[in-house]
């Protein structure tokens, strides 16, 4: 077990030349004095009595943010007394900085080999091209099932020599137990893909690409490949003007259903300016109907036929595996967890951390307590900690700055360390943080994962300091002005990695 280092200071040597002698009698007073000057100084510590950067000072109150509203951790990861702390123990809501909770139990629950598994089976045999019955495919969970790799899974079914499927489809997504998902709870904005739901057979995190061709009349729009029972009205127009921005922000989209399909609706005006192709990420399907649509339309470009229809049912007793594909390990869905900030593959971890532990419970509430357990395990406290989705799309999350510095400490003495700290953007070189710091000697020195809601701005890492010390560093701000808390971010960046 892993014990988080004491914030306690030693007092300092004295030439004993240089002091009368201790005689019996002021001895108790001498260490009366000491315990006091030592309590006195761990309460200081404690309550953010330090002397602040002035670069971070400034930053705040530029922006107008009270220190009131921010939690502050600066700390060697050895565990020597911190260089600032501020309101450690105050639950905040971290946003998507909550991910670095999720991936330090992964780890230690799951190991850096941890694999998930998407299963094709039957029990029907393959005769003359057609395999005479259902074809069961098992979900494992697998965040990062793509359609390149469904097309793969395909291909090597009809290298076993099936052609037709003469029976239905049935999928099996019972691994994950979960409520039902509201992709429009959150901000009500349901087809943006990060409000996509874990689903025990997802695919491509639940969202289709679709690609837009600026033209002189309005944009081409194409989906490659198109999920079957999926359509585009594309009303795109162009209008005069040069500034194009993201172009997305001049577009709308709205599905509707119709005849057993849904109707994606493309509409906006798109400056003359807007010249480039660009891509537009959505989630217009439920995973079940992306996982059929994906399924039918590639199957088909196959050569593949299907008799019947697609249903949620088990595989049956007795079935035999026809094809099987394996996830990248673990520390590579981290990776693109944390470096992009993906809420769909942070819900797919933690529900899979429940499912191996509670199955049949609720995959997400299972998956909280699961990690809860793996942090006071490690010697990290928890005290406050409110965990939701795992990914920290949430108003309701919860984490202080003393349970981050904790778990920052103790990652960096694990056996998975490597697999954390690689999993996190680079300041200033890639990921979420690749515009943090660019043109400052804090670029590169950096690995830190940030967060951001409205009235939440967060960060938590890793930064080297130029005296070869690395700390591990906290900052989360509540305000209704932390939007514009990124200044204080950088600064708090740059004067860490001068230390």
């Known amino acids: 077990m892993l014990h988080r280092s004491k914030n306690i200071s030693r007092p300092q040597r004295h030439n004993r030349e240089q002091k009368p002698p201790v005689t019996s009698t002021s001895m108790p007073a001498l260490r009366t004095a000491l ?32 220190r009131s509203a921010a939690s502050v951790l600066i700390q060697d990861v050895e565990g020597a007394p911190a260089l600032l702390n501020h309101r450690i123990t105050t639950p905040m809501n971290p946003a998507s900085v ?14 850096p080999t941890f694999m998930w598994k998407t299963r094709f089976m039957a029990t029907a045999p393959i005769r003359d091209g057609t395999l005479k019955g259902d074809l069961s495919i098992i979900g494992g969970g697998d965040p990062r099932l793509s359609r390149e790799r469904l097309w793969l899974m395909l ?14 489809v049935l999928t099996d997504r019972s691994f994950f137990s979960l409520p039902a998902h509201d992709p429009g709870a959150f901000d009500q904005r349901p087809l943006r893909p990060y409000n996509a739901g874990a689903n025990a057979l997802n695919v491509d995190f639940g969202s289709v690409q679709l690609r837009l061709q600026p033209t002189p009349a309005g944009a081409d729009a194409t989906l490659d490949p198109q999920p079957v ?65 994906l399924f039918r339309t590639l199957w088909s470009e196959l050569g593949g036929e299907i008799s019947g229809r697609f249903r949620d049912a088990p595989s049956p007793p007795g079935s035999q595996v026809l094809v099987e594909s394996s996830s990248p390990a673990l520390p590579e869905v981290l990776r693109d967890m944390n470096k992009w900030s993906n809420n769909v593959i942070a819900r797919h971890v933690l529900a899979t951390l429940g499912a191996l532990s509670e199955p049949g419970r609720d995959s997400a509430a299972a998956g909280a307590r699961v990690v809860e357990r793996s942090l006071k395990a490690s ?12 990914a920290g799309l949430s108003r309701n999350e919860r984490v202080t700055a003393l349970s981050l510095g904790d778990l920052l400490r103790a990652a960096w003495r ?13 300041a200033g070189r890639d990921g979420t943080a690749r515009r943090r710091v660019a043109n400052s000697p804090a670029a590169g020195a ?23 010390r690395r700390y591990a560093v906290v900052l989360m701000i509540n305000h209704p002005n932390a939007g514009a808390a990124r200044e204080v971010q950088d600064a708090l960046l740059e004067w860490t990695a001068g230390q």
């Open 229 to 293: 029972g999926l359509l585009v009205d594309n009303r795109i127009r162009r209008i005069a003007g040069n500034n194009c921005g993201d172009p997305v922000t001049h577009l709308t989209a709205s599905p509707r259903e119709g005849g057993g399909n849904t109707l994606l609706s493309l509409e906006g005006n798109l400056p003359l300016g807007c010249t480039a192709s660009f891509d537009w990420n959505l989630a217009p399907l439920p995973p079940e109907r992306l996982f059929e649509g």
């Open 414 to 426: 694990s056996r998975t360390m490597p697999e954390l700290v690689s999993s996190l953007p680079i």
């Open 35 to 66: 315990l006091v000057l030592a309590l006195s100084s761990t309460a200081a510590r404690a309550n953010g009595i330090e002397s602040w950067p002035a670069p971070l000072d400034a930053s705040l109150a530029r922006n107008g943010i009270p």
């Open 379 to 390: 010697g990290i406290s928890t005290e406050g900690l409110v965990i939701e989705n795992g």
């Open 446 to 468: 950096a690995h830190i994962k940030t967060g951001t809601l409205d009235g939440v701005r967060s960060m938590a890492g890793y930064v080297l300091g130029a005296s070869g």
């Open 98 to 111: 909550m991910k670095l909770v999720t991936t330090f139990a992964a780890l230690d629950q799951l190991g």
């Open 155 to 168: 291909r090597e079914l009809r290298a076993r020599g099936v052609r037709r499927i003469e029976g239905d």
